[in-house]
């Protein structure tokens, strides 16, 4: 598989302004594990090689069980994720696959249950963002480094 456009070296104020908004949700109130969560399970529900790697290797890092990451494609099957996990997971999949059916109010409603608007508006940016980047890898064909 060829890379396409660099969008780095093509539009680098875009390149710029997309890492600036990455930044901004470096300080939010989600764990880093939880962040990794989101950005994981977005990037497998888009087919993002690139970003799967990528977050894998950095969860790993911050902490994150293998297991959790082998089972995370089928997280609502498995017992290892914390109800507020879940709902993370719940909303950050409708996020991700709002042309389905939106958010629904069962989603969002499980969500506010454990967070406040903050960390909802967090969570929600983050998925925004993670899916922002996940679109960028996949339709320019950036190459996964090897280890």
Request: charged share 15%; with cysteine; net charge negative.
């Amino acid at each position: 598989m060829q890379q396409r456009v660099n969008i780095e070296k093509t539009l680098p104020g875009v390149w710029k302004a997309m890492y600036h908004l990455s930044g901004v949700l470096t300080s939010s109130k989600l764990t880093a594990i939880q962040k990794h969560l989101i950005t994981m399970r977005a990037s497998q529900l888009n087919g993002c090689a690139f970003c799967i790697n990528m977050h894998t290797q950095e969860a790993l890092q911050a902490g994150e069980h293998q297991q959790r990451i082998f089972l995370l494609s089928v997280w609502q099957e498995s017992r290892l994720f914390t109800p507020e996990e879940q709902a993370i997971l719940s909303l950050t999949e409708e996020v991700t696959l709002i042309h389905q059916h939106g958010v629904s109010d069962e989603t969002y409603n499980q969500a506010r249950a454990f967070f406040d608007d903050q960390t909802l508006g967090e969570i929600i940016s983050l998925v925004v963002v993670i899916n922002a980047w996940n679109r960028i890898a996949v339709s320019t064909q950036l190459a996964v480094q090897a280890v």
